[in-house]
């Protein structure tokens, strides 16, 4: 059984890339529908901290900046999911911190409870949660599907490399349309 994981589309990190957003927010919301459709699970994944930062090390490179902000805090309005992908009820969303889906979530739980053993992976950035999502995916022995054209990154040739050098030795790589016909 698959599910969707819509991963990241907050309206802060959405923001990041301007002049595609209006393009990688319909696309999404094509899979979304796609997936509600053929009655395939969607789960929305944030990256979210506490107010603060607690979490955050000044140490961590990627993630030290963001110390002193209230950038992907629980009170920052930018850090809810975009209204294009909005959840319906029903519809789980998990808040993880840091890159991959997996990293400090129940999400495992939750997907050994549907009994899901295929994962379709989309979202923002290629680099940073579909990355880190497909390798522990990959260490979990999940099967594991990516939307190409549901991600996206700030650095479009760094998204394209991954998507066309490293994702498929661990995963199928194919268009949201592609993806869509093997629903029907």
């Not at 805090?73 to 975009?82: A, F, G, V, Y």
């Not at 009820?89 to 053993?117: M, Q, W, Y």
């Not at 022995?141 to 498929?168: K, T």
Request: charged letters at 20%.
């Amino acid at each position: 059984m698959q599910a969707l994981l819509v991963m990241d589309v907050q309206q802060g990190v959405v923001a990041r890339v301007p002049e595609r957003a209006e393009a990688i927010l319909a696309r999404l919301a094509q899979a979304v529908a796609a997936a509600r459709a053929a009655e395939v699970p969607v789960i929305h994944v944030v990256v979210r901290f506490r107010d603060g930062h607690p979490e955050i090390s000044p140490a961590n490179k990627a993630f030290g900046p963001l110390i002193g902000t209230d950038a992907l805090t629980e009170s920052n309005p930018l850090s809810r999911i975009h209204p294009a992908v909005a959840p319906l009820p029903g519809e789980p969303v998990v808040a993880k911190r840091f890159f991959g889906a997996f990293s400090g979530t129940d999400l495992d739980a939750l997907l050994c409870a549907r009994g899901i053993n295929t994962l379709v992976l989309a979202g923002l950035g290629t680099s940073g949660v579909v990355f880190g999502t497909l390798r522990e995916a990959t260490e979990r022995q999940y099967r594991q599907i990516v939307l190409s054209d549901g991600c996206d990154d700030l650095d479009p040739e760094v998204s394209s490399f991954l998507l066309e050098r490293v994702f498929p030795r661990e995963a199928e790589v194919m268009t949201i349309d592609e993806w869509a016909k093997t629903l029907r």
